[in-house]
């Protein structure tokens, strides 16, 4: 049965205690019934339940789609991690629950011995594990509910989802196993929620020593896995199929997508599995998530560190789409400000008259949001009084018309000075940062740019920070920086430092675009991934590019997380034949431009001086953004990736959600100079349709189309060249 019981137990070790008894399950390996339906089309009526075994030897968190066991005698470690839905085990061996190194000594965090065969774990095997007396020691276990790790303002258009997730929170305590470690907890944090495959995991170390402790090095997840794939034969890392698995986390950043920014999570081969078939012993199956660098931070008595946060992810499949699917639900999930998704223009001056006459513009055709560009002379930086009153107005101007607004500042990529860039450990001097030269988040220019960028932001009213450059990863040896005590704690203090930055901003309901994956600490919109370059391409190749990038780019986005980038003005060159200006002069491409982004559901930098010159072009612009606010819905909900823009046949566009009124929204491209006739196939089994369905023509015309039984349906299309058209299922 469920169990609650005391939230936490992050207490100093003299007041450690263990948990009352709690009330039993079942079993620990009863498998409830697996889910009726499909997950992705139907929610899961499980919740998230915390119980334990008979005997009280484990703990268990089940949603109804995944299930995490947790030995606790003799001592902590995970014995199961399992997917409900397909049947798959995802362990196969045991390991400790964390390992730390503290003042330059390696401890392990719980774990089992004993296991003879680290290629599969049978079930009776476990209670025969015995403990590891060299590990931090099982101290007690608590129950909860999940708390947010920071506060969402919500002021603008989002997803109505939850915050916090609803789930449950287990904490396992452990005390250290020497004279040195005795008064120090390390309290490993697990949960769970409701409707998504999600594992969560984090490590909190208490100092109750009298004196300062250094925590060099923090593994806060390390799973045993059942490789993917065996091979005799020596590979190359690229080579290996590594197991249906993706861990998100609030420490990615250096990267616009899943697989570049999560650098912290590694498969790396485990030499103690001697029975793999690899001759070397070096099949990718342990699954590390760490720090890249550090922590190295000193923690003074009675304080309390808390590591990274991961989030795996198990899959029931290998299929791209399915595990892309999966990806998006958890991101919506964990990261609900992500779905707030403005449709917005970046103004190219702060004059005044510019930016009021942009303003206007946006009101006039519905417009929700203007952002200061770069180069737009617009100063976030700038703490004069007077200079803040001015632009304050222009904003308070904006506002008065319904239109949010937003500022750009560029943190890395440039130089300030020696005393306060980047130093370089190879060399002892700046230069060698990731863009060349950066500043240091934790020097004392970067501890005031902080201040700054805060300070203006709440003085003037603004409602978006576009932070270009966000703190990438640079390690700093200096050490004379407020911020850091030297190179091994730099990273993970400016890290930290960019975390305070956009959870303020999300606490204050600012939104916030970074082209970085600090999502789960705040950050809402990255780039959706584009080459700046491509927009001095002729226009018409600009547009199949664009849908191209948009295709790429919604694997593991939702359309809201990415933004992408339309020029109306000339960019990088291309002159004329790249160029929208004069907008009435290419309003084919210009309104191309427009169902491209809107119709993904995506949002663009809409740069230039205005929206429009003309009452036609006005009109236009006016019409679509109708459009897409007429659909929002469906637009905003996942992309299905039917076919990828090639110059040489149709494209499509298909939206699906099985939880809306609209449950699928396709539009057909045509790049072609000439009008074609096909009878293209569309996949709806994820649109929760099926055998029937009614469909309404971009021009107004009904039909009633059959599906076959895997959900397809083929439908015969006309479309005009170069042109479009799209059709609604209900």
């Known amino acids: 049965m469920p169990i609650r019981v005391f939230r936490s137990l992050l207490l100093p070790a003299c007041l450690l205690v263990a948990a009352p008894a709690m009330p039993a399950a079942a079993g620990p390996v009863t498998t409830p019934p697996p889910p009726r339906e499909d997950w992705l089309l139907a929610p899961v009526a499980s919740r998230t339940e915390l119980t334990r075994s008979p005997d009280g030897s484990e703990v268990t968190l089940a949603n109804g789609l995944i299930r995490r066991r947790i030995r606790i005698q003799p001592n902590g470690a995970t014995v199961a991690l399992d997917d409900l839905r397909s049947g798959h085990h995802f362990l196969r061996a045991v390991r400790p629950e964390a390992e730390l190194t503290l003042d330059g000594k390696p401890y392990r965090v719980g774990g089992l011995r004993g296991q003879p065969d680290l290629a599969y774990l049978a079930e009776e095997w476990i209670p025969g594990l015995t403990n590891d007396p060299s590990s931090f020691q099982f101290a007690g276990v608590a129950g909860g509910f999940p708390e947010a790790p920071l ?3 919500r002021v603008r258009h989002a997803a109505n989802l939850p915050w916090p997730p609803p789930g449950s929170h287990l904490s396992v305590a452990y005390r250290g196993p020497d004279v040195a470690t005795r008064d120090v907890v390390v309290t490993v944090h697990h949960e769970m929620y409701d409707g998504v495959p999600v594992s969560a995991k984090w ?14 090095r923090c593994i806060s997840e390390e799973l045993a896995v059942v490789e993917a794939e065996s091979a005799v034969d020596t590979r190359e890392r690229h080579q290996w199929t590594t197991p249906p698995i993706d861990v998100l986390s609030d420490y990615m950043f250096k990267g616009m997508d899943l697989a570049t920014a999560g650098k912290l999570a590694s498969w790396e081969p485990d030499p103690a599995f001697a029975t793999q078939v690899s001759y070397e012993l070096q099949t990718p199956c342990l699954l590390i998530c760490r720090p890249m660098e550090g922590p190295g931070v000193r923690l003074e008595p009675g304080a309390t560190f808390t590591s990274l946060r991961t989030y795996v992810i198990l899959h029931d499949s290998p299929e791209r789409e399915r595990r892309g699917l ?11 400000w992500t779905t707030e998704n403005p449709v917005m223009m970046h103004v190219r001056s702060a004059k005044p008259e510019v930016f009021r006459a942009a303003v206007d513009q946006c009101a006039s055709v519905g417009f929700e949001m203007i952002i200061y560009t770069f180069g737009s002379g617009l100063e976030m930086e700038n703490q004069d009084p007077a200079y803040i009153a001015r632009v304050k107005a222009d904003v308070d101007y904006a506002h008065s018309k319904g239109i949010q607004v ?17 130093i370089n450990p190879a060399t002892g001097k700046p230069g060698g940062a990731i863009f060349g030269n950066a500043p240091c988040l934790g020097s004392r220019w970067g501890l005031a740019y902080l201040g700054k960028i805060t300070n203006f932001l709440a003085r003037t009213g603004l409602d978006l920070l576009e932070h270009d450059g966000p703190y990438p990863g640079d390690v700093c040896a200096s050490t004379l920086h407020p911020g850091h005590r030297g190179k091994e704690d730099s990273q993970w203090e400016q890290w930290r430092l960019s975390v305070g930055l956009y959870s303020w901003c999300r606490e204050h309901g600012i939104y916030v675009n970074q082209p970085d994956s600090y999502f789960l600490v705040g950050g809402n919109k990255t780039a959706m991934g584009y080459r700046e370059s491509n927009w001095s391409l002729p226009r018409a190749q600009q ?13 593991t986005k939702t359309p809201s997380m990415g933004w992408m980038f339309v020029p109306l003005t000339e960019y990088q060159g291309g002159g004329a034949a790249a160029t929208l200006e004069p907008l009435r002069e290419h309003l084919p491409d210009y309104e191309m431009h427009l169902v491209n982004t809107l119709g993904a559901g995506v949002q663009a930098c809409w740069r230039g001086p205005r929206l429009y010159d003309s009452e036609e072009t006005r009109q236009v612009v006016q019409r679509w953004v ?24 149709p494209d499509i566009y298909l939206h699906v ?5 609209e449950k699928a929204l396709a539009i057909f491209f045509n790049p072609l100079g000439v009008e074609v006739h096909r009878t293209l196939r569309l996949p709806l089994y994820y649109s929760g349709l099926a055998n029937r369905a009614r469909l309404r023509w971009s021009d107004g015309k009904a039909a ?7 959900g397809n349906t083929d439908l015969p299309v006309t479309l005009p060249p170069r042109g479009f058209t799209w059709c609604l299922f209900e």
């Open 151 to 153: 506060a969402w303002k």
């Open 203 to 216: 490590v909190t170390v208490s100092n109750g020593t009298p004196r300062a402790i250094v925590v060099d």
């Open 326 to 336: 999966a990806v998006r639900r958890v991101w919506r999930t964990l990261a609900p």
């Open 406 to 422: 937003g500022a750009y500042s560029l943190f890395s990529s440039r130089r300030v000075d020696d005393a306060n860039d980047v």
């Open 543 to 555: 547009l199949i590019h664009a849908r191209q990038n948009i295709f790429d780019g919604t694997w």
């Open 626 to 649: 109708g459009w897409f606010k007429a659909h929002r819905d469906i637009l905003e909900s996942d992309m299905i990736h039917v076919r990828r823009a090639d110059g040489q046949e």
């Open 657 to 661: 959600n099985p939880a809306l009124r």
């Open 704 to 710: 009633s189309v059959r599906l076959d039984p895997r």
